[in-house]
C-alpha cells in the first residue's frame, strides 16, 4: 500500500500542476518499479496470507500503474503511433482511464463489507478516474482550459486517496509492531446485519408460500 499512496501522491502533485510541474515523465521509476514492481511483489505475500481482496487490487494497480507509466516512455513511441498528442491519442487515453473508473468501481462495492477508510480511499480515486478520462475527452475537443481544470479536480481527489493510502500503511504498521491500534472504521458487522435484515423479509415470504 505504501508504493501505491507514494506513487499517487507524486502523480497528483503533477496533476494538480503544483510548483509548475505539470509533466508526469518524472514519475516512470514511481509508476514502473515502486508501483508497477514493488506492488506485484506484495501481492504475493497477500494472497500467501489468505488475503484475496488485498491481492486482487495490489494485482490490478501494480498492472495500471505499469501500464500507465510505458505509455509515458517516449522511446516506445506510443504518442507518435497516433501522430502526436492529437485528439485521437487523448481520446484513446481517457478510454484507457475510464476502463480502469469502471474496474475500480467493483473495487469501492466490495470495500463497503470492509472499512471506512478503503470505501473513502477507492471513491476518492474512483472520482480520480472519472475527471482525469473526463479531462482527456474534454482535450481532445480542443478545450484546453476546462480539461486543465478536470485535470486539477483528479488531481485533487488522488491527493486525499494517496494520504487515505498512507493511513491504510500506518494502521498496519501499528498492527504488527506497535502496541496500539490506529482504526480503519470497521463496517463488516454494519453490513452483516444490513444483509440479515434485508434477508428476513424474503425467507418470512418464502414460509409463508410453502
Known amino acids: ?24 515523465t ?9 508501483a ?3 506492488l506485484l511483489i506484495s501481492a504475493q505475500w497477500e494472497m500467501v496470507r489468505g488475503n484475496t481482496f488485498s491481492y486482487t487490487v495490489l494485482s490490478a ?34 478510454f484507457f482511464v475510464l476502463l480502469w473508473a469502471v474496474f475500480n468501481l467493483f473495487f469501492l462495492l466490495a470495500s463497503c463489507t470492509l472499512n471506512i477508510v478503503y470505501i473513502l480511499l477507492f ?5 480520480c478516474l ?3 478520462a473526463a479531462s482527456s475527452f474534454v482535450l481532445a475537443d480542443g478545450l484546453v482550459e476546462k480539461s486543465a481544470n478536470l ?3 483528479a488531481g485533487a481527489f488522488a ?18 509492531a506497535l502496541p496500539f491500534n490506529v482504526p480503519m472504521g470497521d463496517t463488516s458487522r454494519a453490513w452483516k446485519r444490513w444483509c440479515k435484515k434485508t434477508s428476513s423479509p424474503s425467507l418470512k415470504t418464502d414460509e409463508e408460500m410453502a
Open 1 to 24: 500500500m505504501g508504493g501505491f499512496a507514494t506513487t499517487l501522491l507524486s502523480v497528483s502533485l503533477a496533476m494538480m500542476n503544483f510548483r509548475g510541474v505539470f509533466s508526469q
Open 26 to 34: 518524472i514519475f516512470m521509476g514511481d509508476l514502473c518499479f515502486v
Open 36 to 38: 508497477g514492481i514493488g
Open 61 to 94: 494497480y501494480a498492472l495500471f500503474y505499469g501500464g500507465y507509466g510505458v505509455i509515458l516512455i517516449p522511446a516506445l513511441g506510443i504518442a507518435d503511433a497516433y501522430g502526436g498528442y492529437t485528439p485521437e491519442y487523448h481520446n484513446a487515453l481517457g
Open 123 to 127: 471513491l476518492t480515486l474512483e472520482l
Open 130 to 132: 472519472v475527471f482525469d
Open 151 to 153: 485535470m486539477t479536480a
Open 159 to 176: 491527493f486525499v486517496s494517496s494520504l487515505l493510502g498512507y493511513y491504510s500503511v500506518l494502521h498496519y504498521l501499528c498492527q504488527d
